[in-house]
């Protein structure tokens, strides 16, 4: 929950944040998960007195396409700022990739803010394709009254 906050605030979007622990915990280790979330973790060195320390995540799911077939969507991914550079970020990126291509996947998905120049150019960088600039894809959202209206409630 702490490194979810961080990330909206990084992002400019801590008024977005509405969950709490206890949906998280049960969303995600439940019977019937509806996410699966990778950490990583700095390990102290020996003698050092603290334990190991939570320094980055990545937040992904399972998503189905028509066209293509099993994909997973990767949410949410954040490395604290002192711990940027150092590859953390891209091995995150790595291992959910290991996990779509073990479920069968044939994409892995995901969103970034225009202004996040660092992530668009890693994810470049790495071989993602743009679909704004490639196929003109926008993202659209529905949400409380909005969803609520549509629903007929």
Known sequence: MRMIRELAEFEKLSHQVKISEEALRADGFGENPFFHCLVAESIPAPGEPQGSLVVGYGLYYFIYSTWTGRNVYLEDIYVM?????????????????????????????????????????????????????????????????????????
């Open 81 to 153: 700022p002192q711990y940027r550079g150092q590859g953390i970020g891209t091995k995150i990126i790595q291992k959910v990739a290991e996990a779509a291509l073990y479920k069968g996947c044939s994409q892995l998905r995901l969103a970034v803010l225009d202004w996040n120049k660092k992530a668009v150019n890693l994810y470049k960088f790495l071989g993602a394709q743009d679909l704004t600039e490639s196929e003109g894809w926008l993202s659209f959202r529905f949400e409380g009254e909005a969803l609520r209206e549509l629903a007929g409630c």
